[in-house]
Structure formats: C-alpha cells, structure tokens
C-alpha cells in the first residue's frame, strides 16, 4: 500500500533546504528565476507601488524584498522554519516593512483580505493537498485582484535533465499525478488542465499564460558552465499564468 504524502510531510522536507542555498540566490534567485520567472512575474503585477500583495509560500523571501523595493505593501506566508527565520533576519537587517506569517498555504489563517495581488510562484507543485492551497490564494484577494502564479511546466518538468541524455525532451507519463524526486524536497506533476481548470473552477477569469523561453545570447554565455542550457531556449521549462479574481 503507498502512502499519500501529506503538506505536513512536503514542508518538513522542505525545512532541509540549506542556508548557503538561500544565501547563494540572493538578491533575485538562481538563474531561472533571474533570466525567465521574474521578469514575467514583475510584467504581470504591473506597478505594485502602494499596493497590497501576498507572497504565499515565498521561501526565504527573495521576491518579497523585490516588490517591498519597489514600493508593494508585502505579506509573505512560509511555512518552513529555516526559510522563515532567514526571511525574517533579512527583514530585521532591511526593514522593508515585510509582514511574514507561518503557515501552510492549505491552512491559511485571516490575513486581513482584500489583496491587490498574490503571488505564487513555484509553490503549488510542492504542495500535495494544492487546491487548498490555490483556493486560499484566490479568497485572499478583493474582487478583481490578480493571482500570478508559476510551476514548473508540466509538460517539460525535467527539461535539463533529459535534454543533457538524449538531445531532446522525452516524457513518458503526463496525464496522471506522480511525484518527482528532487534534491531537497519532492515536486509533484499535475497536468495543465488541473492548473487551469480549478482556477475557472474558483470563479477566475484567465488573463494570461506565459512560457518563457531563454534569450538565446544569455544561453550561449552560460553554455560553458550549464551544458544543455539551449534546451531553455527551444523549450519553456516554465509555466506562468494571470487570473483576475470574479
Ligand atoms: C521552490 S520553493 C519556492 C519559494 C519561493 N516562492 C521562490 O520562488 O523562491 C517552494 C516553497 O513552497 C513552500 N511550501 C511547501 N509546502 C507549502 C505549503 N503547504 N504552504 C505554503 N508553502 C509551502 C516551501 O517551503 C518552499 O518555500
């Protein structure tokens, strides 16, 4: 008999995640974030000066301080210790004015409501029970607040990897649910048409998908130190969608 994984279970694989780690993706996150997931997430939210967002399962807070640093009212949900704690010393040292809460996403606690806009990004394929945690993101917002959020792309999740052995992606399974074994914690693949269909199931109206792909310049300089780093030019190893709240 297999046991289902549990939040409980995710989050304290999670809470592995070493120091050194977040320290080394500051201040804007690792490569992919840099090159392909922020500018987009920074182009969806528009001007966030003045606005209330949520960053809901922000890790150790990288994003959170980029959209304090550009004039966002930021609250921020993790629910691990250790990314909280170094989130919460970097706010101590910045004073950014960032609000951190604990929580899993799935057991959301009243943060006062009525969101501009929450941010999700590359947190719902960490989550076993997701819909929850999709549903708390949504009810966060005022009518009308936008729900970005990113995943790795379920149709090309392991793109480095499979790319770097055969020259091209191959993928054998895509319709069902399974777990993919990963250094610090497992992501599990969903297909799109979960994604999507329970943001129309939670009353949302789509506004955008984005799969970025990699300048292909930006490729060739880290060719040398990411072999098979082209693949992110031909294929979007990302999946980043808008949705205004009903
Ligand atoms: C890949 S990291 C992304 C973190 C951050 N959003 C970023 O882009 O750097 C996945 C994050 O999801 C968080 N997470 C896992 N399960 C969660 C849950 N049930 N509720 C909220 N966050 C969760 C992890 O602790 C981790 O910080």
């Not at 008999?1 to 549990?6: E, G, K, L, R, V």
């Not at 996150?29 to 500018?39: T, V």
């Not at 917002?141 to 770097?164: C, I, K, Y």
Request: charged share 20%; net charge negative.
């Amino acid at each position: 008999m297999t046991t289902q994984p549990t939040n409980e279970a995710a989050i304290q694989q999670w809470n592995t995640f070493p120091r050194e780690a977040m320290e080394a993706m500051e201040p804007d996150g690792d490569f992919a974030k840099r090159h392909l997931i922020n500018p987009v997430l920074l182009r969806m939210l528009g001007d966030v000066r003045g606005r209330r967002l949520l960053d809901a399962g922000c890790g150790h807070g990288y994003f959170s301080r980029m959209l304090a640093a550009r004039g966002a009212h930021v609250t921020a949900v993790e629910p691990t210790d250790g990314m909280l704690a170094y989130a919460r010393q970097k706010e101590d040292a910045l004073g950014q004015g960032i609000r951190y809460v604990q929580a899993d996403l799935a057991r959301l606690p009243d943060l006062g409501g009525d969101f501009d806009a929450v941010v999700c990004s590359m947190v719902l394929p960490a989550v076993p029970d997701w819909k929850p945690a999709m549903r708390a993101c949504v009810q966060a917002l005022r009518p009308g607040g936008l729900l970005v959020f990113s995943v790795n792309h379920p149709a090309f999740e392991q793109l480095l990897t499979t790319w770097r052995t055969h020259g091209a992606y191959r993928l054998s399974r895509y319709l069902e649910e399974y777990e993919i074994p990963q250094t610090y914690a497992p992501a599990f693949h969903r297909p799109i048409s979960a994604y999507l269909n329970e943001l129309s199931a939670l009353g949302c109206r789509l506004r955008e998908c984005a799969e970025p792909g990699l300048d292909p310049g930006i490729a060739q300089e880290a060719q040398h130190t990411t072999p098979g780093i082209e693949s992110y030019v031909h294929l979007p190893n990302f999946l980043i969608v808008a949705a205004e709240r009903g």
